[in-house]
């Protein structure tokens, strides 16, 4: 049986592509993804109409989906994450989407996935490097991306698979994260995209002032609070400011001689380095951060590549973050209540993306939120967030360039930092100084339409997104 296609309208006959159909992309190549555009421009050249696309993230690159929303290619969006200009189509509600956004975390993709909410009808996953069987990986090829976490479980869930590959082995491939027997074909294309551009967004590293302020404060609630580092397990955010703490944390382990058992999320070139010198033990990795990964994964039998069902499905017991001791997550907004604001900025337009937010935040034993409390002279600290994302139920701690801030629960911890000399404030002490620095954000205005609907982690609770009218 050749699996092996060059063209795209051949294999649409082949695996029967028709209206109405989910297909689904992973976000392994972030803004650097042609993949998603190969699949969709195809479609609607051939006339299919009326598609569910389920793509784990959606970055500026993929902008040009406006015109397939407008032509009737597409009617529905499901994402953990939208920018750019199509984050601004959608915030407006202009008419064209059917149906709602239906925003879920990383780990509650993997859900709906799996218990029928969101069944998969063709995966379309993007691999650097496949053979002529199906076998695929993220680890080798011209635009290695490293773990291929999220198509790992898209291969097993969804109804037909296709590997897109610009780089096809006539052999057997000699590292296989995907195995042949859940591949019903593989469509070569000249690139699927450009791994230099992983590093986008949040992923781009800060060294500013306030972001080296907040990294240290992190280290000093770590070092002094009582918190039990040696041993732990840890994983830190995607966001600037948690890039910065990484290399901060690094110099501590260091420096202390403590050990984290291991670390998991998003696998940065820092956090390859610790392994390397020890000071991590083990690295599970749902998805790199940079394509130098790559070459860890492929040497080093501590750094592991597991799919996103094993990082944070909360139908899975066994899930990795519910095994963590520590999270250090990022946020736009966080209010009074300390719930956490990681999708729309305050003006209410998409600029971001849950991830696995609300996954970490509640199956680690210790949340810290870090971020500034003011930015570019808008307040970080509300009332309320414009976009409730992750409950303040499962964040313990919020750390920023004016200190440390901890729930009232939390006593031991703050008695350890009084006594070590560290203040410790007061969320609704900074909320006022805040307030009489910068004044309240602009909120913003909605209409009546729902254009967006964000789900916690097992699909039950749905915060409504409104059509914004936009402010001149």
């Given at each position: 049986m050749n699996k092996v296609f060059t063209s795209i309208e051949k294999l649409f006959e082949r695996i029967d592509v028709r209206n109405g159909m989910r297909i689904s992309f992973h976000h392994h190549l972030r803004n650097g993804d042609l993949v998603v555009k190969h699949v969709v421009g195809a479609m609607s050249r051939l006339g299919i109409?009326?598609?569910?696309?389920s793509a784990t993230s959606l970055m500026p690159c993929h902008d040009f989906l406006i015109d397939f929303i407008r032509d009737g290619t597409i009617v529905s969006l499901e994402t953990s994450g939208l920018r750019g200009s199509l984050g601004e189509f959608v915030s407006r509600g202009e008419?064209?989407?059917?149906?709602?956004?239906?925003?879920?975390?990383?780990?509650?993709?993997?859900?709906?996935?799996?218990?029928?909410?969101?069944?998969?009808?063709?995966?379309?996953?993007?691999?650097?490097?496949?053979?002529?069987?199906?076998?695929?990986?993220?680890?080798?090829?011209?635009?290695?991306?490293?773990?291929?976490?999220?198509?790992?479980?898209?291969?097993?869930?969804?109804?037909?698979?296709?590997?897109?590959?610009?780089n096809l082995v006539q052999g057997v491939l000699e590292n296989i994260s995907i195995c042949q027997s859940q591949v019903d074909a593989i469509l070569v294309v000249?690139?699927?995209?450009?791994s230099?551009?992983?590093?986008?967004?949040?992923?781009?590293?800060?060294?500013?002032?306030?972001?080296?302020?907040?990294?240290?404060?992190?280290?000093?609630?770590?070092?002094?609070?009582?918190?039990?580092?040696?041993?732990?397990?840890?994983?830190?955010?995607?966001?600037?400011?948690?890039?910065?703490?990484?290399?901060?944390?690094?110099?501590?382990?260091?420096?202390?001689?403590?050990?984290?058992?291991?670390a998991i999320g998003g696998v940065t070139p820092e956090l390859v380095r610790a392994l390397e010198y020890g000071y991590i033990q083990s690295l599970l990795d749902v998805q790199s951060f940079d394509a130098s990964v790559s070459k860890s994964l492929l040497r080093n039998s501590r750094h592991h590549e597991i799919d996103v069902n094993t990082y944070a499905n909360p139908q899975n017991d066994?899930?990795?973050?519910?095994?963590?001791?520590?999270?250090i997550l990022s946020a736009l907004e966080i209010d009074v209540n300390w719930n956490v604001n990681v999708l729309t900025g305050s003006n209410g337009k998409f600029m971001g993306a849950i991830g696995g937010h609300?996954?970490?935040?509640?199956?680690?034993?210790?949340?810290?939120?870090?971020?500034?409390?003011?930015?570019?002279?808008?307040?970080?600290?509300?009332?309320e967030v414009t976009t409730r994302v992750t409950d303040g139920k499962y964040v313990d701690v919020w750390i920023n360039e004016r200190g440390i801030v901890l729930k009232e629960e939390h006593n031991v911890?703050?008695?350890n930092l009084i006594d070590a000399g560290i203040p410790v404030l007061d969320m609704e002490e900074i909320y006022k100084e805040v307030e009489k620095l910068v004044g309240h954000a602009q909120r913003p205005r909605y209409k009546e339409k729902v254009v967006a609907l964000v789900q916690d982690r097992t699909g039950c609770t749905k915060v409504k997104i409104n059509e914004r009218e936009v402010i001149k």
């Open positions: 109409k009326n598609i569910k696309l008419g064209y989407l059917e149906y709602p956004v239906i925003f879920r975390s990383h780990g509650g993709r993997a859900r709906a996935i799996s218990d029928g909410e969101a069944p998969v009808d063709i995966a379309f996953i993007a691999a650097s490097s496949a053979d002529i069987y199906g076998n695929a990986t993220g680890m080798s090829g011209l635009n290695s991306f490293g773990s291929i976490g999220y198509g790992i479980w898209e291969a097993q869930n969804a109804k037909k698979v296709v590997i897109v590959t610009d000249p690139s699927i995209g450009d230099s551009k992983l590093k986008f967004g949040a992923l781009v590293s800060k060294s500013d002032p306030i972001t080296k302020v907040i990294a240290r404060n992190v280290i000093a609630f770590l070092a002094k609070s009582g918190v039990d580092l040696d041993n732990a397990s840890i994983q830190l955010g995607s966001g600037g400011i948690s890039l910065e703490t990484t290399k901060y944390l690094i110099d501590y382990l260091k420096e202390s001689g403590k050990r984290i058992k291991f066994s899930c990795a973050v519910n095994f963590l001791d520590i999270a609300q996954d970490v935040a509640e199956g680690s034993k210790l949340t810290i939120i870090v971020s500034p409390s003011i930015r570019e002279r808008i307040p970080v600290v509300v009332k911890y703050k008695k």
